[in-house]
């Protein structure tokens, strides 16, 4: 035990290391999220095939806009319980403006998304300028919101998407139903934000160790207030698509996505922490939980198994997710190598 | 040093509490009288008990969702078994312990020894609880014996039986400070590395704080049967939100270090008499949450500008 300390044979491993611990956890979801479609035909023929993938994906589209958001907020250290009530907000707003016509659309929307911002803005300001936590600044903003929409609709949304909305979420070209595209775009878009522009490596440092991203020039109160903004306007834009989706908005249409919301990023690999995460594993988090719930639902599972069901991968993803996981996994890769 | 002990102490949040009281007093003179303060504190009592439970965790600097999950699972529990009279209800309190405990400590062990993140390893374990209190009570229903709906809602020697909860909590937890575990605690909050250094063992203090969450919940989840006579499977999910304002009006810091169990209790007292002002103001339900997410911001800030003060007090 008393040996002197050597770093001969040490390396600097830093970057490699999170470069693979990431990639591992990256590729272990998806592997798992295909295993899990195409394992599903040997318990009934109906499932398995490209159909099922296509509701699995065209379904778990609400949920990765959404997780993109919530990914951000949580690399900054914090948390967005608004979620739910910025997602019947965007419901509620787009449904009340378009009036089912197709009118105006092109400034709706992005209306929509800025109003969104700014109510995500104003839970950011509270969080870094006035010290309040941000699960309890987000969570007093949600509630908020969420009664501001049920008493502006007196519990009734009225109102209709537009015609154009609809017909977007009804359409394929060449088989795959559109909105499927616009996620796999908007991946690409928000990917190439989050991990290789100046925005998201700034979000990144500031996770990481918000002094250290001070001093070393960042806008830490402003990039972690665009973090929320933009998880507000996240939200928002699933909510626009939600009611499109269901032809119309309920107040509660967005409670279904909080949790999986915070769920996603959290089996995709990122720290609840801060500082470590990654949107294709947050993607692929998405994936795995709208995968097992469908599948579970196509089974004819009840209720209560389906949710212990879920309960359990998550916490068996979390379980072989963890840092020592990795270390050993590294150290069996370098002996053997 | 004695604005540090009286911001410390609670005092501030129970300064809140008989403002607010007295404000409701004056609305609705009729909810002074015995029956009605004893109704009050039977509502309060499940969701003083949440947060006092929360509060466990929260001061070692962890986090803890599955108080939801824990509350549902103990009450469907709580309303499927059928047991009858006083020896029953204490029957079905070591039950229901049990099961709490057997929560915080799967929780404990995850979190502490097998160092997932707290949020996300109690995220998964509040929603496996939610699908076995889901497997165990289908609906909304079951069975809660009399003996517990009348005698645990009622009073002894004059005085409310959720009083006399409520105070044993509190003083648990004045007495729990002053023990080493209860050192040690806050020492793991403030800086879980020091204290490590300096000799605590930091992951059985983390591991105790989720038992002692855990059976404050199924304490909270019995108290919830009997107030409501009846059990349901999604019982606790209100408690989710609500319990982490209880505790943050409470001044008690998220993160971990500073902050007190009875505050947390007076915090939850105070969430709930404030439905009940607002309700009894007549303001329109659909803007109570608008009024709630206020206030709660509001609260925070008083206790962070308070904070500020003693800080301010202690440099110079």
Known sequence: ?337 | MTIKRIADSGLMIMVIYILIFAMYGAVQPSALSAYSIQGLFNNSLPLMLAAAGATFVILQGGFDLSVAGTISLVNAIVAVLQFDGALGAIGMLAIALAAGILVGAINGFVVAYLKVQAIAATLATMIICQGVALLILRAPGGYVSDFMTYELTGSMFGIPVAIIIATLVALLWFVFRRTNAGRNLLAVGQDAKAAELSGINVARTQFFSFIWAGALYALAAYFLAALTSTGSPSAGEPFLLLTFAAVALGGTAFGGGRGSVTASLLGAATLVLMQKLLFSVGVSSFYTGMIQGMIMVLAVLFSGAVQFVVDRRNII
């Not at chain 1, 800025?114 to 936590?133: K, Q, Y």
């Not at chain 1, 154009?164 to 991946?187: D, E, H, T, W």
């Open chain 1, 1 to 337: 035990m008393n040996q002197p300390y050597s770093t001969a044979d040490k390396q600097d491993t830093r970057q490699a290391q999170r470069f693979s611990s990431t990639s591992i956890a990256v590729l272990a979801i998806y592997s798992l999220v295909v295993l899990m479609i195409f394992g599903s035909r040997l318990v009934s023929p109906s499932l398995g095939g490209l159909s099922q993938l296509m509701t699995v994906l065209y379904l778990s589209s609400f949920l990765v806009i959404c997780a993109f958001g919530q990914g951000l907020v949580i690399m900054v250290r914090g948390l967005d319980l608004s979620v739910a009530s910025m997602i019947t907000l965007g419901g509620v707003l787009s449904t009340t403006f378009m009036q089912g016509t197709n009118e105006g659309l092109y400034f709706i929307i992005p209306g929509i998304l800025l109003i969104s911002a700014l109510v995500g803005m104003i839970s950011g300001f509270g969080i870094t300028r006035l010290s309040i936590p941000p699960f309890i600044m987000t969570m007093a903003m949600g509630l908020i919101v969420y009664s501001v929409c049920l008493g502006f609709t007196e519990g009734t949304p009225r109102g209709f998407p537009a015609p154009i909305l609809n017909a977007f979420m009804q359409s394929k070209v060449f088989g795959v139903a559109l909105p499927i595209l616009l996620m796999l775009i908007l991946i690409v878009i928000f990917t190439t934000l989050q991990s290789y522009s100046a925005f998201g490596r700034k979000l990144n440092a500031v996770g990481n160790n918000p002094d250290a991203a001070n001093i070393a020039g960042i806008t830490v109160k402003r990039m972690t207030i665009s973090a929320y903004a933009i998880s507000a306007a996240c939200s928002a834009l699933a909510g626009v698509l939600l009611a499109a989706y269901a032809n119309g908005a309920t107040l509660r249409m967005g409670d279904d996505y909080l949790l999986p919301s915070i769920a996603a990023v959290v089996v995709g690999g990122s720290s609840i922490l801060g500082g470590r995460g990654n949107f294709l594993g947050t993607v692929g988090g998405a994936l795995l939980l709208t995968t097992l719930s469908s599948m579970l639902s196509a089974l004819g599972v009840g209720q209560g198994w389906k949710t212990v069901l879920e309960g359990g991968v998550i916490l068996v993803a979390l379980l072989m997710l963890r840092e020592q996981v990795f270390a050993s996994l590294q150290s069996m890769f370098k002996r053997s190598s």
